[in-house]
């Protein structure tokens, strides 16, 4: 069966959102991002994106390069509230959805056509976040993840894009390399040296060449040049989630002792969502006392996976949880309602310095083990 693939993208996301709540800011060019020097930009608008500057850039060569910008310390708490409402508006009427990232949403809708006109089922969708939120967004929808996300590329801002089946070829031919997902910076580099511009080039390149110079990326490459992806949409659960626990081997009241064994889980489960690229918004405590009684609370928090910002949060819930000063059997910290990402959407407060230091121990801990490396509160009075 053919299937029937829309990817949705929410257009400037952090811009469009300080645009609804600052109208002011509509038609200028506005950079999100840190507003020191030392900053990094996390989102632009399109206005700002005509001089050069883009997401990932230093703050101070952006301001340089667009010095009518408009530099807004992002609110991550507000654009999850946001990213969350939209959700919801899927959940209510897509048959299977995947959230891929804060802003974009896979639907499969497969076997649809027999009840409704896709095309007009997903424009109904679109214009009903739109009505609900004020919040532009663009989709594209054909035969499998990797056109629909280019189509929607093409669409913006704030289109849609129809691909069917016989178009693919014709569509995908005439564009930039650039434009297929997962070719980066330095891919992109080499398939030019090689004397590869279009799409249409990289789709006529023998594949057991590409499959030589890139390896098992090479065949990913070549099958999207082709408009061939078979990957699934994954359904989304907010019960996704990674956690830790501990029981100690003695019943213990010594909360200093537990503190710095809470460091130590959130440090070793939040290297986990950034190895596996997840973003959290929920953070759970537990605890179980010496009766067996077992308490937990949980706290919504804005997308991240830094270690540094979800500390403070696990403690403050171990200290509201902690009430009845019973000896304490378990202590446990999950993090869940994932989604895919990376902790640069926390770049509103970290300068380029903090992202590069998680870079570096991330790195690190790859190559020589997670107990590499850890916050000095972590190691005291913890037998590994």
């Avoid at 809708?109 to 532009?136: C, H, S, Y």
């Avoid at 189509?151 to 569509?171: H, I, M, R, S, Y």
């Avoid at 973003?279 to 706290?299: E, G």
Wanted: glycine share 6%.
């Amino acid at each position: 069966m053919i299937k029937s693939i829309v990817h949705l993208d929410l257009d400037t996301f952090f811009v469009s959102v300080e645009r609804l709540v600052n109208t002011e800011l509509e038609g200028k060019p506005v950079i999100i991002g840190g507003t020191s020097d030392r900053g990094v930009v996390a989102s632009c608008s399109y206005e700002s994106r005509k001089f050069g500057v883009h997401a990932g850039m230093p703050m101070k060569m952006a301001r340089m390069m667009c010095r009518d910008a408009i530099i807004v310390r992002g609110d991550m708490e507000l654009y999850s509230n946001y990213s969350h409402t939209v959700t919801d508006i899927i959940a209510e009427r897509a048959p299977m959805y995947e959230k891929a990232s804060i802003d974009e949403h896979y639907i499969d809708v497969t076997g649809m056509d027999r009840f409704f006109g896709l095309l007009q089922w997903t424009q109904e969708l679109r214009q009903a976040i739109i009505k609900n939120t004020g919040l532009p967004i663009s989709f594209g929808l054909s035969v499998n993840k990797t056109v629909s996300k280019i189509a929607t590329g093409e669409a913006k801002p704030n289109g849609e894009l129809f691909v069917q089946q016989d178009a693919v070829k014709p569509f995908l031919s005439p564009l930039s390399i650039r434009k297929i997902p997962m070719i980066g910076e330095k891919t992109y580099r080499l398939l030019r040296s090689m004397g590869i511009v279009t799409i249409d080039t990289l789709s006529q390149m023998p594949v057991e060449m590409l499959q030589r110079v890139m390896g098992k990326n090479g065949i990913v490459v070549w099958e999207k040049a082709n408009g061939i992806d078979r990957t699934a949409v994954h359904p989304y659960h907010e019960a996704k989630s990674v956690s830790t626990e501990n029981t100690f081997e003695q019943d213990s009241i010594d909360i200093v002792r537990m503190k710095e064994i809470l460091v130590k889980m959130v440090e070793k489960v939040s290297y986990e969502l950034r190895d596996k690229q997840k973003l959290t918004s929920c953070v759970t405590v537990k605890i179980r006392y010496s009766n067996f009684d077992t308490h937990t609370l949980q706290k919504q928090v804005p997308y991240t996976a830094f270690d540094h910002v979800l500390i403070p949060v696990v403690k403050e819930l171990f200290d509201r949880l902690y009430q009845r000063r019973m000896l304490i059997r378990l202590i446990g910290v999950r993090f869940s309602s994932l989604i895919t990402g990376t902790p640069q959407l926390n770049m509103f407060e970290d300068s380029t310095e903090m992202i590069n230091l998680y870079q570096a121990l991330d790195r690190m801990r790859d190559k020589y083990g997670r107990k590499i490396v850890r916050r000095g509160v972590a190691c005291e009075k913890v037998g590994e």
